[in-house]
């Protein structure tokens, strides 16, 4: 076994099965391009402040770039049995460079160290994460726009409540996805924060500039405190949040495709490229993907759980416990990058069976509030309105008819008011059309709340 670069306060090796259960190079490998670039910055900031030869800083800000070209292409491999890739990067640089490359490590520590790495590798997954949810929210709109005019039934408790249109409801999601790609801008902007120069938690006697460093890897500013800088986690629990908000409506949704591909209802069908089948029912034909973005909702919920949990006793500053916080955050980008980038293309080959989505607003009584808004127009007070209506719809049940197809005769009987104006009032396009409230189902509604959502991508 190699000998630690902490041995020199040890008698004896570590113990193999510590060495195994210690080390989180098999997790914080992907970490290794952060790594190097934040200490290229460091090293700069050394040499620019004197506190290493200039000589020095400049030959280990090469031997960096060195090691970095070589993980790229290959050409070294990450040693799975070392430490961590803090280690493993700065015993490779030593390596190739002798004693200079020992004095990388001056004025900082891991603890300070492994704070930047994720900081800089989570900025970068949320750009991507937030560019998947564009893609996502424009192919939302490309739905709602062919389907502006597409009536359907709008559900309450899953019953049959309003009509309103198939762009309407699916724009509903592009509200959410827009406040989904909000919390991960606000959350990059908390995350943006340089914690390098808090070193191990009491920061250092050298004259470190940490604003430079801070201007050399892009972050807004420097962290203020440097046991907090070393020692919290909260980013990792506020993208994790997020994300989970994230996965929540991406499920939300994916239970509507779900129950919309079934026969009972039939409003889509998914592409064949998209769906699945089963190995003993030769019709099958399965929405794996959005059930299993159902149940990677679950993970990511508990990744942020991890997270929660893993944080509530530590004392101030580092504990190792924090080293758990790689697996579950990661876990949960990748979940998310998986789901979205499987959820998009299907979204966008799912065909849309309007016929099917008119033949079930037209029956459930759906313009059953819209039959009672007429009779408000015409002066009854609602509640008067609403009871005459309800009686309209039992005695329709009893005869088997709906409220297009009652008879004059038997809306006259009940209440002289109605005319037959009422057939147009409750005419499904008519129910569609009238919703013009802000925010409502109407087609030039809808198209107000496309534009909203096109104005608020291009910010
Ligand atoms: N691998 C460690 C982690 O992920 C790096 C920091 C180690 N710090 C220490 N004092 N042992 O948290």
Not at 399 to 410: A, Q, R, V
Request: aromatic content about 8%; glycine content about 6%; charged content about 25%.
């Amino acid at each position: 076994m190699a000998d630690m670069m902490w041995a020199g306060r040890f008698s004896k090796q570590v113990d193999d099965r510590v060495n195994d259960f210690n080390s989180s190079v098999s997790f914080d490998a992907r970490m290794y391009r952060q790594d190097i670039q934040g200490s290229v910055a460091h090293a700069t900031m050394l040499g620019e402040c004197g506190i290493i030869d200039i000589e020095e800083s400049l030959a280990i800000v090469e031997g960096l770039k060195g090691i970095l070209a070589d993980i790229d292409s290959g050409k070294l491999h990450i040693d799975p049995n070392a430490e961590d890739i803090h280690m493993f990067v700065e015993a490779e640089l030593t390596k190739r460079l002798g004693d200079t490359g020992k004095r990388l490590h001056t004025a900082r520590s891991r603890n300070d160290q492994v704070a930047l790495d994720i900081r800089m590798y989570l900025r970068d997954e949320i750009t991507q994460i937030i560019s998947y949810i564009e893609q996502l929210i424009n192919t939302v709109i490309k739905l709602a726009e062919d389907n502006l005019t597409t009536i359907m039934p709008g559900y309450t408790h899953m019953q049959r409540a309003q009509p309103i249109t198939f762009a309407h409801h699916v724009m509903a999601y592009a509200q959410m996805l827009l406040r989904d790609k909000g919390r991960l801008e606000d959350t990059y902007k908390r995350m943006n924060v340089l914690p390098l120069g808090s070193c191990a938690l009491a920061s250092t006697t050298y004259p470190i500039n940490r604003d430079r460093v801070c201007e050399l890897l892009g972050f807004d500013e420097v962290s203020q405190n440097s046991l907090d800088g070393v020692s919290d986690r909260d980013f990792c629990i506020e993208l994790a949040s997020a994300l989970s908000i994230l996965m929540l409506h991406l499920s939300r949704f994916s239970e509507e495709i779900i129950l919309w591909c079934s026969w009972e209802f039939k409003f889509i069908e998914l592409d064949d490229a998209f769906a699945t089948g089963s190995s003993i029912m030769p019709q099958k034909k399965n929405p794996d993907v959005t059930e299993l973005i159902r149940g990677k909702t679950a993970r990511v919920y508990g990744d942020l759980n991890t997270l929660l949990t893993m944080m509530k006793g530590t004392p101030l500053a580092y504990n190792k416990d924090m080293q758990e916080d790689k697996p579950a955050i990661f876990d949960a980008i990748d979940t998310v990058k998986l789901c979205l980038k499987t959820f998009i293309p299907m979204l966008d080959t799912m065909k849309v069976i309007p016929e099917n989505m008119r033949n079930a607003a037209a029956r459930g009584f759906i313009n059953a509030t819209d039959c009672a808004d007429y009779l408000v127009k015409k002066g009854m007070p609602f509640r008067d309105a609403y009871k005459i209506t309800g009686t309209l719809v039992a005695k329709c049940i009893e005869k088997g008819l709906t409220l297009e197809t009652l008879p004059i005769e038997e809306y006259k009987a009940l209440c002289d008011v109605f005319d037959e104006g009422v057939y147009d009032a409750i005419s499904l396009d008519t129910c569609v059309m009238q919703r013009k409230a802000k925010g409502g189902p109407a087609p030039e509604r809808v198209k107000e709340q496309i534009e909203y959502v096109k104005r608020n991508l291009q910010k």
